[in-house]
C-alpha cells in the first residue's frame, strides 16, 4: 500500500500543471446519481424499499388494531377468555413478525446497496480504464479520497458518458434479443 502511495505520489510530484497531468479523477457518487446505469441500480433500491415499506406498514396498521383493542375495556370485558387468550397470541405473533420484518429489512437493503456499490464499481472501472486510454491516462482516482485536486483533471462527465454508451448498448442487446421469435 505504501508503494503504490509512493508512486502516485511521485506521479502526481512530477506531473507538472493539471493540464500535463497523467492522471483524472472520477467522482463516483456523481456517476451514480447521474449515470443512466447509476439510476436504474438506484431504482431497483426504491423498488425494494417500497415493497419492503408496505410490508412493515400493513403489519403494524394490524398492531396499532389490536393494540386499540388492549385499551378498549368495554371491547375486553365483551370477549371470552378464549377470545382474549387468542387476540394475546396475535399481538404477539405480530410483534414478533414486526421484528423479523424490520430485520429482514434492513439487512436485504444492506445486501442491495453492497451489490449495488459493486456493480458499479466494476463499471466505472471499465469506463475509467476506456477513458484513461482515450486521454493517455496512467492513474484514475476516487475523487473522494482526494482532499484537493484541480478541477481540470476531472474526468467524471467523461466516464458518465461512457455509462450511458455502454447502458445503452445493453439496452439494445436485450431489446433485440426478445425481439426475436423463439425457436421451434
Known sequence: MRQLFLSAFTALTLAGTAAEAPFGVVNFATCITESKPGKQEQANMESIRTQMSSLIEQTEKELKEISAKFEDTEYLDSLSPKAEEELKVKFQTLQEDMGRY????????????????????????????????EKNLVYVFNKEALFYVDPTCDVT?????????????????????EAKPAAK
Open 102 to 133: 424490520q430485520n429482514q429489512f434492513y439487512q436485504v437493503l444492506q445486501h442491495a446497496n453492497y451489490q449495488m456499490v459493486q456493480k458499479m464499481s466494476g463499471a466505472i472501472a471499465q469506463a475509467a480504464n476506456d477513458v484513461a486510454k
Open 157 to 177: 462527465n467523461e466516464i458518465v458518458s461512457k455509462l450511458n454508451e455502454a447502458h445503452d448498448a445493453q439496452q439494445k442487446v436485450a431489446e433485440n434479443t
